[in-house]
């Protein structure tokens, strides 16, 4: 029997991140155990800070792996022989960034887990399990792996969303989010099956040979594995859990998870529209500009009436979903490179915000009231500044990551002539301007409350904000390098890694 | 300093040196120290605006009139395959207005030395901030840059009403700013249309409005912007889209509703700035963008910009005249004196649209100045209201004085420079639009009616408030801002050829651009483009007031 040929410098990214999930698992239990460390007292804090820089170092060697693989760029497949995931540059890209997220989010995680008294190993293990099934979703060229990957991303997910146990809206929002993921999944798992039956096979390629539009058994494949990943990304109509969810969550939680997922079902979705559909696309561009459409204008209004800066938060997800959405309309390369270039801009600016709101946490309670920012221009100027800096690149006011992203989407959207939509869109922008202000209204121009913010910062939280600081002006400004970033040209990566799917 | 980066100096210094202001600040409280104090903030950004200001005047000196195009060019990639490129470059018509804008600055600085006590140091970096957004949308040849420049100067200027506005001021901070987005952002739109259009015509992604020193591309000014077709194409959709972000920042009736709430709000130099440069940013785009890329439009649409603007100069003026307080009478004053700047632009003949850019820089002196002078009574009595006030000319002779001259400047007084922006602008109109023309002119006899009836009521009479009578007049500082502010009004009164000489040709260049496109665009079927006549007068080169 001959021993397959396979390539394992694919998965080391994933190698990298699991064997971290089971050193993080194995250290918690010996460390818990242990009455001193290195002549140190071994405290819940102790273990937490370096459960956390464990996993930070092998979040670090799996963003430097598929990084770097990413800068090479030839598509390899695991098995040759049975091509299910393949690490190429899109794959590579990707993974990369959600490894850095999932990075920053630990780092952040480290001084919030302590401050509510839940600084627990098991965090930091669920975190890295959950980043292993994201790049297995994203690598996946198969309807399979995509499914393993998903449910392996979720269900640790579900786990850290109720990871407050003791605080009741953690627990709703933990069970709220399994029992709607779990739905999700299914009805996923029910168009794979479809698609199955239609095509023989579960592998884009084959789905792609086979399936065609006029056959209904196709078209309710599709359109039930669009609903699956609608859910996933938290598009109207299926959006309904995302703010509940977010606001239970810890917020170090829904920091990771507003990013991570998203990054992770939408390269996901990209992979299967364009590998599985691209032939059929005009069909599918109506189903995909009502969700745009729909999503942009429910998450922007009803993120306007909110009073919890987590809800708030939330819809403004759901209305960058919308416009991420808007990128897959057009169907060209154009397009889903602006999808990736948006995701990229993103992760930083959301993983900011949130990680403000982390940072301000204060005695156990989550510093959640929208106007317990005010008058933080007062106490915590540095904080109000970056806050404000993550509030109008999200509004996409330009010189920051937020207005580039929105110009290559809307681009991309209007050289494919879908004016219209492009038009909701800036409309819609306008309202999301109005509630992204709020906050520096309250912070600038109004006196500090009673709600007494947290007065110190750590350092890891100092990092952490820093870089996404800079991410977002660098990707505002000059995104394609300049002067000592000469060689990060983010805006060409993001248009390579798509002209790479194609190719392939 | 080689001269071509002479823009780039002039553009960035005040943003670079805010910056460097912040950074040392951060440093020194890392380090344990108080940040900069106060008065270090205040000096170094008075200096930076005055050195900016020097700066800009060697724009002045080294700009040559009889040459046609932008001059001070500078290019280089910044987002090459995105056609988006650092393309600066001035013509006779921004040349003023950045001069306007470097002058300005310094002077709205020195007025509001004692009147920002709150958090001096951010005020002076988003001061400094605002300068180089101004000025890079106002130098900038990309339109990509153009569109950066334009909205980022709405955030430190919303942060300077927000903060330091009077009591609604988050209510006019957060109105100015939706306001300005919905239109630009429709804009952006637009902008992408074009940009499509152009790379589908000739094969090149450039964001450039002109063509670039190295060739390569014919800027977006070069397409061919169809008339008819799908709806988003065309020009007159297109002009649409540019036209109510213009109109907006202007403000053209009924569009103006910002800019009263943001005038009254807004601290001293707030409304200095706003009303002198930001509503200029507005008429400016129309002249740059609007009017180039899209002439046949333009035309098509001149009846209903000639119909808002002598709206906006009437209702405004009436306005203007039931105010009882005096910075919102100032706030009305400018919604008509826009209309009379857009008048003269939409008259498509050298006269008009030459008046119209003199009258831009006359208005942002005078209207800065009312301002300023508002700002100092307000100081000393903390009310603006006119009824409050009379026979203020009594305690306060020195700014009863001042006051008179700017009122002269504003309401058009010959010798002044309000006289002879006014005058070529109706001269324009009038060729053109004959009844229009005569229409206007009431506005011009009803700004007199109220800025006269203003300031009688407060600088004559009987002293019957008793807290008038100890008024303090204008110290040295105020002074020396207000002799600041009269010697370019006098100035540009006595010799507009100054400034002239220097619109012109850029006026004459844009005049035939417009007409080169709007009749290839209509074939001559354009009615309204037949009734206006040949656009250039035989002695388009020789106007004289």
Known sequence: MNTPDLNFSVVGPLVWVSLGAMVVLLGEVLLSRAKTFFGRTVTTSLVGSLLAGTSIFFLAMATYMALAHAAMGNATPFDPAHPMFVLDRFSALISGLIALAALLSCALSIQYLDELRINHGEYYALVLFSVAGMMLMVCAVDMLPVFLGLELMSIPIYVLAGFDRKKLSSNESALKYFLIGSFASAILLYGVALLYGVAGATSFAAIRAAASLTNPLAVAGLGLVIVGFAFKISSVPFHQWTPDVYEGAPSAVTAFMSVTVKLAAFAALLRVLALSFEPQGEALQNVLWVLSALTMVVGNFMAVIQQNIKRMLAYSSIAHAGYLLMGFVPGTQAGYAAVVFYLICYVFMNLGAFGVVVVLANRGRDCENIDSFAGLARTRPGLAALMTLFMISLAGIPGTAGFMAKWQIFASAVAAGQVPLAIIGV?????????????????????????????????????????????????????????????????????????????? | MEATHLLTLVTFLPLAVGLALLATSAVARALGAEGLPASVWRLTGLLTTVATFAFSLRLWTGFDPTEIGYQFIEYRPWLPDYGIHYFVGIDGISLVLVLLTTFLMPIALAASWTDIGRSVRSYIFFMLFLETGMLGAFVSLNVFAFYVFWELMLVPMYFIIGIWGGPRRVYAAVKFFLFTMVGSLLMLVAILVVFYLHYQQTGVLSLDLVAPPGGGSTGLIGTAIPTTGIWWQTQYWLFAAFALAFAIKVPMVPLHTWLPDAHVEAPTPGSVVLAAVLLKMGTYGFLRFALPLFPAAAIEWTPVILALALVGIVYGSLVAMVQADIKKLVAYSSVAHLGFVMLGMFAFNVHGISGSVLQMVNHGLSTGALFLLVGMLYERRHTRMIGDFGGVARPMPVYAACFGIVTMSSIGLPMLNGFVGEFLILIGTFLAWPIVAVVATSGVVLAAAYMLWMFRRVMFGPVDNEENRGLIDLDLREKLVMVAMIVPIIWIGLYPEALLRRIEPSVIDLLEKVERGSADAAQGRDPLLAQLGPVLPADAGEVQP
């Open chain 1, 427 to 504: 409309l819609t922008s306008v309202v999301s301007v109005y509630y992204y202000l709020r906050v520096p209204v309250l912070m600038y121009m109004r006196e500090p409350g009673e709600d007494a913010p947290r007065m110190e910062i750590g350092s890891s939280e100092f990092l952490v904000l820093a870089v996404c600081a800079f991410a977002v002006l660098y990707l505002g400004i000059v995104p394609n390098g300049w002067w000592v970033f000469d060689g990060l040209h983010v805006l060409d990566w993001a248009r390579d890694s798509v002209r790479g799917l194609f190719a392939s």
